[in-house]
């Protein structure tokens, strides 16, 4: 069975509409999460925390597509 990992992350924005952080040292690595659907759980928990902070995103990254030599890259979509 193939390993799909997924990367849960997030922060502070300089722009609610944008993608860029406003400072890359405070960026909270959530975790590494072996399917999507935990990933998801945990991207929705930190979600949740901060719904009051308009300027804060959580984000998942697909660590799986990274990892697969195979296949040909495909365009990622930016964040945002």
């Keep these: ?7 849960v992350f997030g922060g502070e924005l300089t722009d609610p509409q944008g993608n860029q952080f406003r400072n890359v040292d405070d960026i909270d690595l959530v975790g590494i ?3 999507y659907a935990t990933a ?3 991207w929705k928990g930190k979600a949740h925390q901060t719904v009051d902070n308009a300027h804060m995103r959580y ?3 697909h660590l799986h ?3 697969d030599e195979e296949t040909a890259a495909s365009p ?4 945002g």
Excluded: G
């Design 1 to 7: 069975m193939t390993q799909r990992l997924h990367l």
């Design 33 to 35: 999460y072996p399917d």
């Design 40 to 42: 998801y759980d945990a």
């Design 59 to 61: 984000f998942i990254a």
């Design 65 to 67: 597509r990274l990892r």
């Design 76 to 79: 990622t979509e930016e964040l």
